[in-house]
């Protein structure tokens, strides 16, 4: 009898889903005391809460496309969600609120045109769990993407980017590895209004390695719902790795304002099978100068 009643409850809640016409969201709410339903138009394939290691919140994925999630401790802290479904990724911040209209944790991510969804061609093979690791399948939101690039000197960003380039500070606390690939934080500057950022990338594996994008992203420890675009102004160093190579790379943004608890997000798409490295960086890894109170 449980069991009967609750597939008439899901079968419900997804007849409302396919009904309401819901735009397309940016972040995910939950509860205490409710579950948080989101649907998709096509079969999941990945499903990933924060690193694929978070245990705040337990979810279940039923007939493929519909995902029941609640909280299972007091007051979790915001993270990152990424679900991909048919041919499509979003990455959105799922988040937790004291008080919510039950009518708002009904979420439909199937048809229309998403800011927060990309197409892709690539593949993953999950089975619809947590795929473990930094290695989500994750779209670049598109609220800022029409942030223009500054100007700049080209030459004397070289310059300086290739001075910056050259010293070996790691941190490897702040690294990440996929497909034999490696991307390791180095060190952050600001200068004259853009933030230089380093990162050592080493290929392990014996394949060929092409960058086909990269996405870097501030999330603000204020504003929990909303990811900020940072373009790519400049970049130092190789898009294309053999097998066994390592190099530095420094990527040249507008320096955005940031505070202690914020974060940024760094994302390389490969270009070969689609795959991404995503590397979460708090700000407390940068120099204390670039920070603001």
Same mark, same amino acid.
């Given at each position: ?25 940016? /972040? ?16 999941? /394939? ?56 039950? /009518? ?20 993953? /093979? ?168």
């Amino acid at each position: 009898m449980k069991q009967l009643l609750l597939g008439v409850f899901c079968v419900c809640f997804l007849s409302w889903s396919q009904a309401s016409g819901q735009a397309q969201p940016d /972040s995910i709410i939950t509860t205490k005391g409710a579950v948080t339903l989101i649907t998709c138009g096509s079969s999941i /394939s990945t499903f990933q809460i924060g690193d694929g290691k978070n245990s705040d919140y337990d979810y279940r994925i039923v007939d493929g496309n519909v995902v029941f999630i609640r909280p299972v401790v007091a007051n979790p802290k915001p993270t990152n969600l990424v679900i991909r479904e048919g041919d499509n990724i979003f990455y959105m911040i799922l988040a937790y609120r004291d008080k919510v209209e039950l /009518s708002k944790l009904k979420y439909n991510l199937s048809g229309g045109t998403a800011a927060n969804r990309t197409p892709t061609g690539g593949t993953t /093979s999950t089975g619809g769990s947590s795929t473990g690791g930094n290695t989500a399948a994750t779209a670049e939101p598109a609220a800022d993407d029409n942030t223009p690039l500054p100007d700049i000197d080209t030459v004397t960003v070289s310059n300086i980017a290739a001075d910056f380039m050259k010293q070996r500070k790691l941190q490897r606390q702040y690294e990440t590895t996929s497909e034999g690939v490696t991307v390791t934080f180095s060190q952050a500057m600001s200068l004259n209004n853009l933030m230089y950022l380093s990162f050592r990338i080493r290929n392990q594996s014996g394949t060929p390695y092409q960058v086909g994008k990269i996405t870097i992203m501030h999330k603000l420890h204020t504003d929990t719902t909303t990811l900020h675009h940072l373009p790519v102004a400049y970049k130092k160093g190789p898009s294309f790795f053999g097998g066994r190579d390592e190099e530095n790379v420094v990527f040249v943004t507008p320096a955005p304002v940031l505070k202690k608890s914020d974060e940024l997000i760094f994302i390389m798409y490969n270009a070969a099978t689609k795959n991404q490295i995503v590397l979460y960086i708090p700000t407390t890894a940068v120099p204390k100068y670039m920070l603001t109170k």
